[in-house]
């Protein structure tokens, strides 16, 4: 159970620097800590592409991942409350551009944190270093820069629930945002879990 509390209170610290801050390099940092913090205990994911593509290569169970997912929905949607309840307003995401791109995006950006993730974090190969946490958190500071003006650089399910739920509140049509920072980041945590074990041998 510690494993799966820590997936929660990671995502919801996350999910509320990302949704009260929106700066890359608060972001970043905030992730930096976070990585460390529960690195030993849960693998520190605090995302669901993320989670899923450490599925894909064989590194957690299948319950496993269900939990973690579960946990982190329930920390993202737990951010998104507070941050209704302290700016007395919803926190919404959406892309800049249209989407196509905002698609590619999201999958290319979740994509690369997660395959970031399966190198520092889950490979013998790097087994016991202590640059995992920079190497997530860059990464991620990275494609906050890249995608902000395309997709908005959410990279993350469980950082977007509140707000796909939200909106099917104040907009009532939410499939094109569902699809986008749903489907894509896990798309990307696929291909990134299937790229691992095309490139690295264990």
Not at 46 to 52: D, I, K
Request: zero cysteines.
């Amino acid at each position: 159970m510690n494993k799966y509390l820590i997936e929660l209170v990671g995502t919801f610290l996350l999910t509320t620097v990302i949704s009260f801050s929106g700066v890359p390099l608060a972001v970043g940092a905030i992730l930096i800590g976070l990585v460390y913090m529960g690195g030993a205990i849960s693998g520190g994911h605090y995302n669901p592409a993320v989670t899923f593509a450490v599925w894909v290569r064989g590194a957690i169970s299948f319950t496993d991942m269900q939990m973690y997912m579960l946990f982190q929905l329930v920390g993202g949607l737990t951010a998104s409350l507070l941050y209704a309840i302290v700016h007395e307003q919803f926190f919404i995401v959406s892309p800049k551009a249209s989407f196509v791109p905002s698609f590619i995006m999201e999958l290319v950006g979740a994509g690369a944190l997660a395959f970031v993730v399966l190198h520092v974090a889950t490979s013998k190969h790097t087994k016991g270093n202590q640059y995992f946490g920079l190497a997530i958190g860059t990464t991620l500071l990275a494609f906050g820069y890249a995608g902000a003006d395309i997709s908005g650089s959410v990279y993350n399910p469980a950082v977007a629930l509140g707000s796909i739920l939200f909106n099917i509140i104040t907009i009532g049509t939410v499939l094109p945002s569902a699809i986008l920072y749903t489907v894509a980041p896990l798309v990307g945590g696929l291909a990134a879990g299937k790229l691992f074990l095309l490139t690295t041998k264990e």
